[in-house]
């Protein structure tokens, strides 16, 4: 198989697995699986294809999603030894992924240190590829695990840091996942109005690029707002907004969540029946994906709805499954105010470390300014005094042109004198001249003289 054939074999594999017409998921391994055995197939395209799998096992399949992580850590560590600069570059975008979606992986399940040690491990090798996107989306992800520790500020912090890259590349995705987080955050820092409007400013976003994933969430977030200040007709009307896409989307998970909100909205307003249907669905889904959370979050509201209806036994026993999920979580929650103090250290860390760099930064910036100054100083007085320079000498030029003019014009009288009286002294010579031949022609010679007055002696 040539190499442009190997390329679009593997488009058209990423394009089946990314619009979900390879399925169930073990075509897609099949057909990678044929790919990266292909004689001569490129390092790169093999690194990109684990990923792919990562991001496809991800939802239904995290411990297989974790296993193609490390799988495309290993890989790239074998093969970057011997690879080229521009090859490098594409594994190391790989490898940082892989460690973006392990650490996703690790918060999932609860190994909180393990998360942050494998985003830690994105960003330090993001930086050294300037992967700029990279980096902006590992600080999200540290984000999302502070807001889940209840460290707000620190989650915020790391969210407008996130915020400033996205919007400084122009990515329209990462600004609208952004903005729906820092939203999360104002919500629970009891700002409903800086939350709704980032919330509604998310969903115009995700509305632009048709992320109907996306578009639930925002819709589910802004329910909640509505939820909490008690327009609970307008919670309802976003409510089943949400839930219609993610029954279209088939968002198993997020349906749970979209079910259960109506009933709790029932619940609220004291329609106890309707409170009923809608949990009840909620429920028998929870059962179905089996998540401990989900199923806890479930349990308690199926507990309050059946009390209510004076259902006492069916009441205890959904309490007491809440109870046995709850339990099951209280050492994932002991374990996350364990690792909570040591995040507040790495944190405060991280920060003293950017502090210093930067005021290093700002010491070196601002010895470059002083430099500036005194070279733009030292340049614009030499400037000025070639400018005095320059008039000066232009005036001298000016003088000497002046005076030059004078003495050209002087010369010019004194040679048209001189041929005045050239002219003048010529004629008094040809006056002279011309006189003295007529004074030769009037006066007779001595030798005609003598002639004659020897000629009259002798005829005396």
Wanted: aromatic share 10%; charged share 30%; hydrophobic share 35%.
């Amino acid at each position: 198989m040539s190499h442009i054939k190997k390329y679009f074999f593997f488009l058209n594999i990423v394009y089946l697995i990314n619009t979900g017409k390879v399925f169930p998921q073990q075509k897609a391994i099949d057909s990678i699986g044929i790919l990266i055995n292909q004689p001569g197939i490129k390092d790169t395209i093999v690194a990109k294809s684990y990923i792919e799998l990562t991001e496809l096992f991800y939802d239904e399949n995290p411990d297989t999603s974790a296993y193609f992580c490390e799988k495309t850590i290993s890989f790239v560590d074998q093969k970057i030894i011997n690879a080229g600069k521009r090859e490098k570059i594409v594994l190391l975008y790989c490898k940082s992924d892989a460690y973006n979606n392990l650490g996703v992986f690790y918060f999932e399940i609860g190994q909180i240190k393990k998360g942050l040690e494998a985003y830690h491990k994105a960003i330090k090798i993001q930086e050294q590829n300037g992967d700029t996107n990279g980096a902006s989306n590992s600080l999200l992800n540290l984000g999302v695990i502070y807001y889940n520790q209840g460290q707000l500020n620190e989650a915020l912090t790391l969210y407008l840091k996130c915020l400033k890259i996205k919007e400084s590349l122009k990515d329209t995705s990462g600004i609208a996942k952004t903005i729906l987080n820092i939203g999360s955050v104002y919500q629970y820092q009891g700002k409903p109005e800086e939350a709704l409007r980032s919330y509604e400013r998310s969903l115009q976003l995700h509305e632009l690029l048709k992320d109907k994933k996306k578009i639930a969430v925002s819709l589910s977030n802004i329910r909640s707002i509505y939820v909490n200040i008690g327009q609970f007709e307008k919670a309802k009307e976003y409510a089943f907004k949400t839930l219609s896409i993610r029954k279209e989307i088939k968002d198993k998970k997020g349906a749970v969540i979209s079910y259960g909100s109506i009933g709790d909205i029932f619940l609220k307003e004291k329609r106890f029946a309707e409170a009923k249907c809608y949990v009840d669905s909620s429920l028998r889904l929870a059962n179905e994906i089996g998540q401990p959370q989900l199923l806890r979050d479930v349990e308690v509201l199926k507990s309050k709805i059946e009390a209510n209806l004076n259902n006492f036994k069916e009441a205890l026993e959904h309490y007491k499954l809440y109870i046995s999920y709850r339990d099951s979580l209280i050492n994932e929650e002991n374990t996350k105010k364990i690792v909570q103090t040591q995040m507040q250290y790495d944190f405060d860390k991280k920060e003293n470390e950017t502090k210093a760099e930067q005021d290093k930064k700002d010491v070196i910036a601002d010895e470059e300014k002083q430099k500036q100054k005194i070279i733009i100083a030292s340049v614009s007085a030499g400037l000025f005094l070639v400018l005095i320079l320059a008039i000066v000498i232009f005036r001298s030029l000016r003088q000497n042109q002046k005076k030059n003019k004078i003495i050209t014009e002087q010369k010019l009288i004194v040679e048209k004198q001189k041929e005045l009286v050239e002219e003048k002294q010529k004629e008094i010579l040809d006056s002279i001249r011309y006189a003295k031949r007529i004074q030769t022609a009037l006066i007779t010679s001595e030798k005609y003289i003598a002639k004659n007055l020897n000629r009259l002696i002798k005829n005396v």
